[in-house]
């Protein structure tokens, strides 16, 4: 744990000697991440900033508990990663950066059912993925984790409504 503690660091000091450079060279537009930006920030949000990972989710799968996790999904995650949570229908999700992630991924799925609470809780800084700790009930947030658990195949959900007008 030390280890990748004084890794981030490092890593961070790097980051903020090059940081200018990267402007000059680059301006501020929005890019797509590297590949190797992307794996270290997999690691150390899957290691380092993502909390709650031996939590487990109180709530046991049934077709009421996954209705309830869709019907909870569809009032507050829609916008940003569709009806199918994969983004399907959402016109910005691969503009920004970075991208809204497909949340059947392999990087999402690989949470822990606990660290998936974490994140719909505190959100996720920089992304632009909100927390929802008191806008959302616990009962809530555990359904839709059970959700996340059970998504649809890709574009069988149909795509969501505030987008088609």
Same mark, same amino acid.
């Given at each position: 744990?030390?280890?990748?503690?004084?890794?981030?660091?490092?890593?961070?000091?790097?980051?903020?000697?090059?940081?200018?450079?990267?402007?000059?060279?680059?301006?501020?537009?929005?890019?797509?991440?590297?590949?190797?930006?992307?794996?270290?920030?997999?690691?150390?949000?899957?290691?380092?900033?993502?909390? &709650?990972?031996?939590?487990?989710?109180?709530?046991?799968? =049934?077709?009421? *508990? #996954?209705? %309830?996790?869709?019907?909870?999904?569809?009032?507050?995650?829609?916008?940003?990663?569709?009806?199918?949570?994969?983004?399907?229908?959402?016109?910005?999700?691969?503009?920004?950066?970075?991208?809204?992630?497909?949340?059947?991924?392999?990087?999402?799925?690989?949470?822990?059912?606990?660290?998936?609470?974490?994140?719909?809780? &505190?959100?996720?800084?920089?992304?632009?993925?909100?927390? =929802?700790?008191? *806008? #959302?009930? %616990?009962?809530?947030?555990?359904?839709?984790?059970?959700?996340?658990?059970?998504?649809?195949?890709?574009?069988?959900?149909?795509?969501?409504?505030?987008?088609?007008?």
């Amino acid at each position: 744990m030390i280890r990748w503690i004084l890794i981030s660091v490092l890593i961070f000091v790097l980051g903020l000697s090059v940081w200018p450079l990267f402007i000059v060279a680059h301006g501020m537009k929005a890019q797509r991440p590297g590949v190797i930006e992307d794996r270290v920030m997999l690691r150390m949000k899957h290691n380092l900033f993502v909390g &709650n990972r031996s939590q487990r989710n109180p709530i046991r799968l =049934s077709p009421e *508990t #996954l209705a %309830d996790g869709k019907e909870a999904f569809s009032h507050y995650c829609v916008a940003c990663h569709g009806m199918d949570g994969q983004n399907t229908g959402v016109p910005f999700a691969d503009r920004m950066s970075p991208p809204v992630p497909s949340l059947a991924s392999a990087e999402i799925q690989s949470y822990t059912d606990g660290q998936l609470k974490w994140v719909i809780d &505190n959100g996720i800084w920089p992304s632009g993925m909100p927390g =929802s700790k008191g *806008t #959302l009930s %616990d009962e809530e947030i555990w359904s839709i984790v059970i959700y996340l658990r059970h998504l649809p195949p890709a574009g069988t959900a149909g795509e969501p409504e505030m987008y088609s007008h």
